[in-house]
Each structure stands twice: as C-alpha cells, then as structure tokens.
C-alpha cells in the first residue's frame, strides 16, 4: 500500500499597502496557494521595525473558501496601528498537514495626520459672511484636497483638490 505525506508549505505572499494613516483601518491583502493540500488558517503578524517581538490580532479571512490544490487564492485583515512610525508586516498560513508557510515582510510607513478648522470672524450675525480656514498637520506627505460644507446637510459648497497651500482659507463662503 502507498501512502502520500504532505511537506509542502502554502505559498504566501508579502502584503500589501506599504503606507497607511495611524489611527485609520486599512485592508492588508497577499496572494496565498497551497500546492498539496488545503489551507486552514492564517495569521497577521506586525511589528515595529527594530523590535524582536512580533504581534498577532484578528485572524485574516482566506478567499476562495477552501483554498486548496494549488488554486489562486488571497488572505486579507483589516488592521489599524495606533501611533506613526515604520512598522513590519506579515502574512504566515498553515495547510491541513500543519504545515507552514510564511510570506515576504513588507515594511509599512504610518503617517500621521490632523485637520483644524476655524473661522474669521469668530462670530457675528445670520448674514455675516465667514471665511473658513483648514490647516493640515502631521508626517504624512502630498497635495490636500479641501471640502466645506457650510450646513452639514452633506453637499459641499466649496471642493479644493490637490492643493499644496496650507493653511486654506475659503473666503466668504459661509
């Protein structure tokens, strides 16, 4: 009688984005197939860069369900980090033999990034036209794109897109 053994590790890839906001969700996705068998299950592991200890938190979703007979597949999980700062990713995945296969680490530059918004005047009466001021701050880096909305009601009375200027004024506008 012959039996079969699997060694073969699922073959996973590095994730995907490399840049993300602190304190935003952003989706982390890789390629995954397993050339034998089945996959079981996959992790999320990161950590700051520099730092010996890997973290872990939500298990990552695998599609197509099951990932199996060397199909092309993906593994994705949504994750935010806390604070800016240059972080390492990565994806690691086991088959239904145990065995484990680990992706590329992807290093990832979080950013952070702040909006202030102000008024000049700072009061005055109902036909009182207001200027209104955005500044931006933070280590993120690129143009801005501005939008006011005077009377929340979800329509934008004025759209700048990628400006370089900071801080905006948009004058007489509310």
């Given at each position: 009688m012959l039996f079969g053994v699997d060694f073969t590790n699922p073959i996973v890839g590095s994730p995907a984005p490399n840049s993300a906001q602190s304190g935003v969700s952003a989706l982390y996705s890789a390629?995954?197939?397993d050339p034998?068998?089945?996959?079981?299950g996959c992790g999320f592991y990161w950590r700051e860069v520099g730092s010996p200890t890997w973290n872990t938190g939500v298990s990552p979703?695998?599609?197509?369900?099951?990932?199996?007979?060397?199909?092309?597949?993906?593994?994705s999980v949504n994750h935010t980090?806390?604070?800016?700062?240059?972080?390492?990713?990565?994806?690691?995945?086991?088959?239904?033999?145990?065995?484990?296969?680990?992706?590329?680490v992807t290093t990832v530059q979080v950013g952070s990034l702040s909006v202030g918004l102000g008024?000049?005047?700072?009061?005055?009466?109902?036909n009182t036209l207001f200027d209104l001021i955005g500044t931006v701050s933070g280590t993120m880096t690129g143009n801005i794109?501005?939008?006011?909305?005077?009377?929340?009601?979800?329509t934008w009375e004025l759209e700048v897109n990628n400006q370089t200027q900071n801080p905006y004024t948009a004058v007489d506008l509310c």
């Open positions: 390629t995954l197939r034998v068998g089945k996959v079981t979703t695998v599609n197509p369900i099951p990932c199996e007979n060397n199909a092309d597949c993906t593994v980090f806390a604070s800016a700062g240059s972080y390492e990713t990565q994806f690691g995945c086991t088959d239904q033999a145990t065995n484990t296969g680990w992706g590329g008024a000049a005047p700072s009061s005055g009466s109902v794109s501005y939008k006011f909305d005077c009377t929340n009601n979800g």
